[in-house]
Every structure is written in structure tokens, then in C-alpha cells.
T-cell receptor, first 114, second 110 residues
């Protein structure tokens, strides 16, 4: 049973560039949430996708956008990268109708901005 | 505003030295409290879910408890392989979002 997979594992970009991160949810899950985790901090909620629509959003600027595909996989896009965007980006999957159950996380994409 | 606070930020224990990690929360309508373990460079790994005050869950050397204001993760006779960051998260009916604490970095020395 495949868990949550994310790609790439590491990425280096420069300020002003754009980046796309990818996530495949755990088999059977229909909801994908994205988090940003700075070094030494807990994950911060970016947004959640269900049925190809953004359902919830955290306190992040609209430089952060996403997409969900019919197969439930998802992408996180970040435009006009800033040094402060350097972080571990985590994807978590769950069932929308069982949102009180735990989310399952991938191992993240480490994004470094130079 | 919903808030989750974990303490201590870091903890060093000798192997076999039991201790507890704290997660205090101020939320509107707790729907679930979750404990995760995170190893360096990895994503959080699910440990426990607690739904109501008085509930307890156990797994090997770990035991999680919940009151109306806080949760504790008790570690009994820890081993070096228990070294990790332990994260607490809540899911609330106020925001319908998961809110994480900043975690406790645990180091168990042999």
C-alpha cells in the first residue's frame, strides 16, 4: 500500500524564480493538504484541495497556488520566490469525509532559495 | 485565536529516564488531538489520536493522555531510538484546519 509520495526530494532555486512541487496521496485518500515547515518550527498550513478545488487556506500570500488533478494528485506552485520561502514543504493526504482522522504525510521537498 | 503550545522545546534524557512532553491548546471546539514523531529530513509519522478528555492511548514505551486544556506524551524507559521531534496537532470545529505546535526535540543518550 503506497503511502504519500512527493517529488522532487530536494530543489535549489534563486530569488524571483518559480517552482512546482508534486504530491501523490496515499491510496484511497481524496484530499491533499500542503504545509510549510521552517527549520525548528512546526508545519504551517498552506491550503487544502478536495474535488479539484481549494477548500481551506492558511495565512499565505497568493504567490502560493495549487492544483489537484482527477487522480487526486496535487501540485504546489510558488511564484516570485523569496529567501524566506526556504523550507521543507510537506504534503498530507486524508479522506474529506473523515477529516477528524489523522493525516498521512510524505517526506517532503526541501526547497532552498539562494 | 486557536493556539497550540508545546513544552519543553528540547529535552535530553539518559536511556531509561522516563519523562513527559506537554501540549497545551486554546481552541474553539476540539475535534481531535494528534501526536506525530518526526525524524530529521522526514515527514511526520502518526502516533496517536485523542478525541475526548480522559482518553488514553499506548504504544510500546509511549502513552498519550488528554484533558480539556492539554495533552501529555509520557515516555517510559526511553531508548536512543526514541530520539526525534514530537509534534502535537489539533483539529478544530472553529477553523476545520490542523494546527501544529512547534514540537519538542527529544534526545535520548545511551
Amino acid at each position: 500500500d503506497a503511502g504519500v509520495t512527493q517529488s522532487p526530494t530536494h530543489l535549489i532555486k534563486t530569488r524571483g524564480q518559480q517552482v512546482t512541487l508534486r504530491c501523490s496521496p496515499k491510496s484511497g485518500h481524496d484530499t491533499v493538504s500542503w504545509y510549510q515547515q521552517a527549520l525548528g518550527q512546526g508545519p504551517q498550513f498552506i491550503f487544502q484541495y478536495y474535488e479539484e478545488e481549494e477548500r481551506q487556506r492558511g495565512n499565505f500570500p497568493d504567490r502560493f497556488s495549487g492544483h489537484q488533478f482527477p487522480n487526486y494528485s496535487s501540485e504546489l506552485n510558488v511564484n516570485a520566490l523569496l529567501l524566506g520561502d526556504s523550507a521543507l514543504y510537506l504534503c498530507a493526504s486524508s479522506l474529506f469525509d473523515r477529516s477528524e482522522e489523522p493525516q498521512h504525510f510524505g517526506d517532503g521537498t526541501r526547497l532552498s532559495i539562494l | 485565536e486557536d493556539q497550540v503550545t508545546q513544552s519543553p522545546e528540547a529535552l535530553r534524557l539518559q536511556e531509561g529516564e522516563s519523562s513527559s512532553l506537554n501540549c497545551s491548546y486554546t481552541v474553539s471546539g476540539l475535534r481531535g488531538l494528534f501526536w506525530y514523531r518526526q525524524d530529521p529530513g522526514k515527514g511526520p509519522e502518526f502516533l496517536f489520536t485523542l478525541y475526548s478528555a480522559g482518553e488514553e492511548k499506548e504504544k510500546e514505551r509511549l502513552k498519550a493522555t488528554l484533558t480539556k486544556k492539554e495533552s501529555f506524551l509520557h515516555i517510559t524507559a526511553p531508548k536512543p531510538e526514541d530520539s526525534a521531534t514530537y509534534l502535537c496537532a489539533v483539529y478544530t470545529s472553529g477553523t476545520y484546519k490542523y494546527i501544529f505546535g512547534t514540537g519538542t526535540r527529544l534526545k535520548v543518550l545511551a
